[in-house]
């Protein structure tokens, strides 16, 4: 068949050409001629070539520029490769030996591209530490610091479905790439015309295996989080439900524990089996109730006082707690977060260990409640993009000048300390399990803990709404929706004037002073396509087509007051009914 006959864009004919005449396998030509039979596919194959967004390069496994595959990791790692040695070349010193750390996830194919990119890099004269398994996301980027390494890699699709795969870049810090090093590098890669183009042997001798000589390392390092291990020696004994999702987090998370001197820690035995095909839930990620059923079934058959799970790559966490009438409730990423900073503040508050340097950071559009926690103890919060790699560029660039305490967003990550640059699971589970422990000290659960937070700061409640628009089309959609909002802006939603419009696009913060006349200020974060809208009545709607997903995310802020326990229910029922007033306002549901 003639691909110059089918209904497919030009740049996708010119892909196809490539891969087909290049230095590609049999197998992969072949797979590309039997996709011809299949316009719409072949042109999702290889319409572009996969881009860094918010987590780095992920794409759908497959062949084509647009699927992850041996060929793809090898080309995007060249770029990173020739990338990194400009930069290092551009310092006018002698480049004397350039090093690289590389990890990876559960997921199928993860060992495969690991190894093939810890190939490429080394082929390319890199000193490479490659992990001798899967090990968790945030163990990687601790990984790059530890080894003084001018980037790092870590094959993963964080929590999405069983058909992706991906890869995060870091840079010599343990952060995600971030601008200029992202787009340049995918500038880059772009260069690598073909697979004849990529340096793939000759360099084995120059990778180093690693595992347990790093493991314990970091492990000491999550331990030394730990604001009270008295709490933790006395209750001990405290009721754990943990589920690694068939994740990395089997890896690490229940040694911790163990090494916290936890003693009562009860795994979901049927999801510690690593898995990339994830049998025992749709989707393996912990802000989903699905993945979080098993778990929490236990935590009912055995009167369990916490459950907690992590994703695949361990750096995400989700958790469920008990509530007074026995029930368990799963909480979101902004509840888990202002839990743990409401926690790691009164600890400092009262160990008396704040100085009045300190700060705290959170992404755009994470709820309030963190910020008032920090901001009322005289801690300085700082926003961010979403993304936790702006909040790794913040505490670099605050790195001497003031001390991290932690941060977080609201798509279930969290940081504590700055010895990773990532989100980071491992610890997260350690202090959410002391939070219990602690709980249990004062009389109360993780669900009152919550309660108490919401008396004294507000009962602040979040929703979130995500359009799906797969393919190329549905790309091209969701940017017509954004032009659409910022061309003719709401005046009102839900009947409430929409009184600030920040757009992040254009650094533009618009703010209506009096009727009819507003004020316009620059706004000093990072381009990105986000908009926000703010009403008088203080509720926050915020929209962002997601960086790594085929997705329109709609994320909404609203605020109550709690009088007592009694009232939760009702409370966040009205909260909840006015985030759907809102969403029809805005034709949403």
């Known amino acids: 068949m003639d691909i110059n006959t089918l209904n497919i864009d030009e740049s996708a004919k010119l892909n196809v050409k490539s891969w087909l005449e290049g230095e590609y396998d049999e197998a992969t030509k072949q797979a590309i001629r039997d996709m011809m039979s299949n316009p719409t596919e072949l042109n999702e194959s290889f319409y572009r070539h996969l881009e860094f967004g918010t ?3 992920r794409g759908i496994m497959g062949v084509g520029t647009n699927r992850m595959n041996k060929y793809t990791v090898a080309m995007a790692t ?12 551009s310092k006018g010193q002698k480049v004397e030996e350039l090093r690289a750390a590389v990890s990876h996830d559960s997921r199928n194919h993860s060992r495969e591209f690991a190894e093939i990119t810890a190939n490429v890099l080394a082929a390319n004269g890199f000193k490479v530490y490659l992990f001798d398994g899967m090990r968790p996301t945030p163990e990687l980027s601790f990984a790059v610091r530890h080894f003084k390494c001018h980037t790092g890699v870590m094959v993963t699709a964080s929590h999405n479905p069983k058909e992706y795969n991906g890869y995060k870049a ?3 810090d ?56 008295e709490v933790i020696k006395k209750h001990h004994d405290v009721k754990i439900v943990y589920t690694p999702l068939h994740g990395t987090g089997i890896v690490l998370i229940p040694r911790m524990l163990k090494q916290l001197g936890f003693t009562n820690v009860n795994i979901v035995e049927a999801q510690a089996v690593p898995d990339g095909n994830f049998p025992t839930t749709p989707s393996p990620n912990p802000e989903e ?26 750096d995400r966490v989700g958790v469920a707690v008990k509530r007074p009438d026995g029930e368990w409730m799963l909480l979101n990423g902004n509840q888990t977060m202002s839990v743990l ?46 993304g936790f790699k702006f909040i790794g560029a913040k505490i670099r660039e605050l790195e001497g000048i003031e001390t991290f305490i932690a941060g977080g967003e609201e798509s279930y990550g969290y940081m504590i300390g700055d010895f990773v640059r990532d989100k980071d699971a491992v610890a997260a589970c350690s202090m959410i399990a002391e939070i219990a422990a602690w709980a249990l000290e004062q009389g109360k659960t993780f669900f009152d803990v919550l309660v108490d ?21 549905g790309a091209e959609e969701i940017q017509q929706m954004m032009r659409d909002y910022r061309s003719n802006p709401p005046a009102e939603i839900d009947g409430e004037k929409v009184v600030c419009i920040k757009d992040y696009q254009t650094h533009e913060s618009r703010t209506e002073v009096e009727s009819g006349k507003w004020k316009v200020e620059k706004l000093t974060l990072p381009t990105s396509n986000v908009l926000q809208f703010f009403t008088d009545k203080g509720n926050k709607i915020t929209v962002r087509p997601s960086g790594t997903e085929p ?13 007592c326990k009694d009232c939760f229910d009702k409370t966040n029922a009205a909260l909840d009914g006015k985030i759907e007033s809102i969403k029809k306002s805005m034709k949403l549901v």
């Open 174 to 229: 343990g952060c995600q790439l971030t601008a200029p090093h992202d787009e340049a590098v995918i500038e880059e890669v772009l260069k690598i015309k073909s697979v004849g183009d990529v340096k793939m042997t000759g360099g084995e001798k120059n990778i180093t295996i690693i595992g347990e000589d790093v493991d314990k390392v970091y492990l000491e390092r999550v331990e030394k989080n730990a604001l009270n291990p």
């Open 551 to 563: 997705k329109i995310k709609f994320y909404f802020g609203v605020k109550g007051e709690l009088c």
């Open 170 to 172: 870091y840079w010599s």
């Open 55 to 57: 987590g780095g390069l």
């Open 341 to 386: 900073f409401y926690y790691i503040v009164k600890q400092w508050q009262e160990k008396k260990m704040l100085t009045g340097n300190e700060f705290m950071v959170k992404t755009i559009v994470t709820s309030e409640l963190p910020a008032d926690i920090a901001t009322r103890a005289g801690i300085k919060i700082y926003d961010v993009l979403t």
């Open 78 to 89: 060249q770029g990173l490769a020739n990338y990194v040695r400009k930069v290092e070349e």
């Open 453 to 473: 937070i919401y008396k004294e700061y507000g009962f602040y409640k979040e929703g979130l709404v995500s359009v799906v628009r797969k393919g190329k089309s």
């Open 289 to 314: 109730k699905p993945a979080m059923k098993m778990a929490v079934d236990l935590a009912k058959e055995i009167d369990a006082d916490i459950v907690f799970a992590s994703d695949p790559d361990a």
